[in-house]
C-alpha cells in the first residue's frame, strides 16, 4: 500500500481503523473507516461529507441516515468499509452548497436546478481517490451501498468489479423532495419514499375497503355494552347515598 496514515477508534460497538492516504497533493481527500477484515465482495459506502446534516442535524436530505444506515449494515456483517469523501456540495464546495441553497427557498427549484441556474454543475463528484483506496486496501470487487448509478460508474472505471446494493433510509419532510429530486436525476430510489408508506386500506362499516379510512371494528363493543347496563345502577347508589 501506497505511504498512508492508519489508526484506531472507537465506538460504543467497538474499534475500527482509519486509514487515510499520505500521497502530495491528495492528501485528507479520502478517508476510510475499515470494519473487521473486509474481503472481496464485502459491503463499501463512499459518503460525501454533508456539514449540514452530520454536523448541524439538517433534515433537508438523508445524507446523515445513509451515512449511519451504512455504518449499521456494515457492523452486522462484521466487516467492509466506508470511504468519507472531502467533496461539499456534490463537489462543489460548501459556499456553492450554500448559494444553491439560499437560491432553491427562493425561487421554490430543487438544489440540481439551483446549482445550474448558478452556471455550476448539477453534480461534479468525482471517485478516482475512493476507488485507488479501496484497491490500496487490497479490495478487487465490492458491493456499494448506494442509489447512484454514477458512483457505481465511477468506482467501476478504476478497475473494481463493482455491484450495487440499494440504500434506502427514513426520511421525511423536506428531505423527501430532495429524494423525489433524486429520482429525477436518475438514482435509483423507489417511487413511495421509505419515510413515507403508502396509505393502509381500512374495513368500513359496510365491509368494503377504502384507502386511508377509518379503522372501524365489525365486533360489538362489549365494553361500551356492559357500561350502559351497568349506569343505571350505579346512579341509582349514588342518589340513594
Given amino acids: 500500500m501506497v505511504d498512508h496514515v492508519e489508526h484506531q477508534l472507537t465506538r460504543t460497538a467497538g474499534q475500527f481503523r482509519i486509514v487515510i492516504p499520505d500521497t502530495p497533493g491528495d492528501a ?15 459491503l463499501v459506502r463512499v459518503h460525501s ?11 433537508d436530505c438523508d445524507c446523515r441516515e445513509q451515512l449511519h444506515r451504512s455504518i449499521e449494515l456494515i457492523r452486522a456483517r462484521r466487516a467492509g468499509v466506508v470511504v ?9 464546495g460548501l459556499l456553492a452548497k450554500a448559494k444553491g441553497y439560499e ?9 440540481f436546478a439551483s446549482y445550474e441556474a448558478l452556471g455550476l454543475p448539477p453534480d461534479c463528484r468525482t471517485y478516482m481517490a475512493a476507488g485507488e483506496l479501496l484497491k490500496q486496501l487490497g479490495l478487487k470487487s465490492v458491493r456499494l451501498l448506494t442509489n447512484n448509478p454514477d ?12 455491484t450495487r446494493e440499494p440504500l ?4 421525511a419532510g423536506k428531505a423527501l423532495e430532495y429524494l423525489a429530486a433524486k429520482r ?4 435509483r430510489l ?33 365494553l361500551v355494552a356492559s357500561l350502559r347496563q351497568l349506569l343505571p345502577a350505579m346512579l341509582e347508589r349514588m342518589f340513594r347515598w
Wanted: some cysteine; glycine content about 14%.
Fill in 28 to 42: 485528507g481527500v479520502a478517508c476510510a473507516a475499515v470494519f473487521g477484515k473486509p474481503r472481496n465482495g464485502c
Fill in 103 to 111: 437560491y432553491s427557498q427562493r425561487t421554490g427549484v430543487d438544489t
Fill in 151 to 162: 458512483k457505481v460508474a465511477g468506482l467501476r472505471a478504476t478497475g473494481l468489479n463493482v
Fill in 49 to 59: 461529507r454533508c456539514l449540514y446534516s452530520e454536523v448541524f442535524g439538517s433534515l
Fill in 190 to 222: 423507489p417511487a413511495t419514499p421509505a419515510g413515507k408508506p403508502p396509505r393502509a386500506k381500512a374495513v368500513t362499516r359496510s365491509g368494503s375497503t377504502s384507502i386511508g379510512a377509518p379503522l372501524v371494528s365489525r365486533a360489538p363493543n362489549r
Fill in 184 to 187: 429525477a436525476r436518475g438514482h
Fill in 168 to 171: 434506502h433510509v427514513q426520511v
Fill in 84 to 92: 468519507y469523501l472531502e467533496q461539499e456540495g456534490r463537489g462543489s
